[in-house]
């Protein structure tokens, strides 16, 4: 007997791609949707590596279950309970025996239910005879959660579906280390340096600063679109993003009193996702606040850029959002590092590299303290690059933007003697 799981969705290109990931992807996933899932292990090292899968902020929507009893324990349990929208079931042997195990699973599984099979054996005539059957995904053992993870998201995206882009939140260890001119910033250098489609989603409704410092006034912005209820939908998002130039958009905030701010992660979470269905970057500019939904949607975004002072209170609070990043964020990226406003005069500093060190992070970036420069840059409505493109802190913002996006193309070596040299021959004076 065949398989009566959704075979359609293994025919033809899904199943090229499926095939070509098959040995174990180590890609970046975005957010599962709102399923169930449950697994079956028959090895503890699966079991450990499910149970991280299941802890990760990208399976956040997900119910999802992680035991033991492989195959046997699945057929068990489906007997008398209805079968989840993902069925991951770790197979420690193979050949007839795991397709006889699988015909027996397919009697009371419902047909709508996706099946990702863990198995020890790298074959390709046994991969094409699951696929044949309708298994959705085949993952060769030892996994780690991100490949578990990356599988499912492969499982829900649709054939031509756009990429969903990614965010990048920025949040001060402590109030006025400068977090926002250094968001606003970073997504200038990144649409205008690296010519990518930036949006920047300013999220200090009552105090935010990102429509003076581009000096843009748009009649809406956010807070629009978060207490626009049913009618938030990919148009509204569209409607409301007030362009900047043509690779940036803004979402400014109102910065007003008229109402209070008490928001939920949901409607935060909504705008984000549909915000990101449209531009490949989104940079967040996050309060120096700590409540439910800023610490939500810290934890969610794909990336962190930690901006600071070198003293010990900015230390300390640092010291506390990588500790809570590190609990929860195990499978991402360690958090940037930026120290903002390096050698105030006469103010007792912590060294930047001890400084790092302590946070057993490496600094991304180091900005100079330059209230000439950024105090004209902010009266003016201008970013750093504009008021003065040689600046050292425009380079920085260059630099981290790079970073962060994986173009760091700096070579090694790049100040030894003989990259001086290489750079006199392809450069000579005069020339």
Request: aromatic residues 6%; charged residues 20%.
């Amino acid at each position: 007997m065949t398989l009566a799981f959704d075979q359609e969705r293994n025919s033809g290109p899904a199943a090229a791609s499926a095939a070509a990931a098959m040995p174990g992807s180590a890609q970046v996933a975005t957010l599962l949707p709102r399923i169930s899932i449950q697994a079956f292990c028959d090895t503890r090292e699966v079991f450990a590596a499910l149970e991280e899968a299941r802890s990760d902020r990208r399976t956040s929507r997900t119910q999802m279950s992680v035991q033991m009893g492989g195959v046997a324990a699945a057929i068990e349990f489906y007997e008398e309970s209805p079968t989840p929208n993902v069925v991951i079931l770790e197979c420690g042997h193979s050949g007839d025996r795991l397709l006889a195990d699988l015909d027996r699973l397919a009697e009371v599984c419902d047909q709508e239910t996706q099946v990702v099979v863990v198995g020890h054996a790298n074959d390709v005539m046994l991969y094409r005879q699951l696929m044949a059957r309708g298994v959705s995904e085949y993952l060769v053992a030892p996994i780690g959660p991100v490949d578990a993870i990356a599988a499912m998201c492969r499982l829900f995206a649709q054939e031509g579906q756009q990429q969903i882009g990614r965010s990048v939140a920025f949040i001060g260890a402590k109030g006025g280390v400068g977090a926002s001119t250094i968001a606003h910033n970073f997504a200038w250098a990144m649409s205008q340096d690296l010519t990518k489609n930036v949006a920047l989603a300013d999220l200090d409704l009552p105090f935010g600063t990102a429509g003076l410092d581009f000096n843009q006034d748009p009649a809406q912005g956010i807070a629009d679109a978060i207490f626009a209820g049913d009618r938030l939908d990919e148009a509204l998002i569209d409607k409301l993003l007030w362009k900047c130039t043509e690779r940036l958009s803004l979402f400014a905030a109102p910065s007003t009193l008229d109402r209070d701010y008490d928001l939920d992660f949901e409607s935060i979470e909504s705008v984000i996702d549909l915000t990101r269905g449209l531009v490949p970057h989104l940079v967040l500019d996050l309060p120096h606040q700590w409540n439910g939904w800023t610490r939500q949607t810290l934890l969610s975004a794909d990336d962190i850029v930690i901006v600071a002072a070198p003293d010990l209170g900015n230390l300390r609070n640092a010291k506390n959002l990588v500790d809570l990043l590190k609990q929860h964020r195990r499978n991402d990226r360690q958090p940037f590092l930026v120290l903002n406003q390096v050698g105030i005069p006469k103010r007792p500093e912590i060294a930047p590299r001890e400084f790092a060190a302590a946070l057993d992070l490496v600094l991304s970036a180091e900005i100079a303290f330059d209230p000439q420069l950024f105090g004209t840059a902010a009266n003016n409505g201008q970013m750093i690059s504009e008021a003065q493109a040689n600046a050292k802190a425009a380079d920085a913002f260059r630099q981290l933007a790079r970073c962060v996006v994986g173009q760091n193309d700096t070579p090694r070596g790049a100040n030894t003697l003989i990259a001086q040299l290489m750079a006199r021959l392809k450069h000579p004076k005069g020339k």
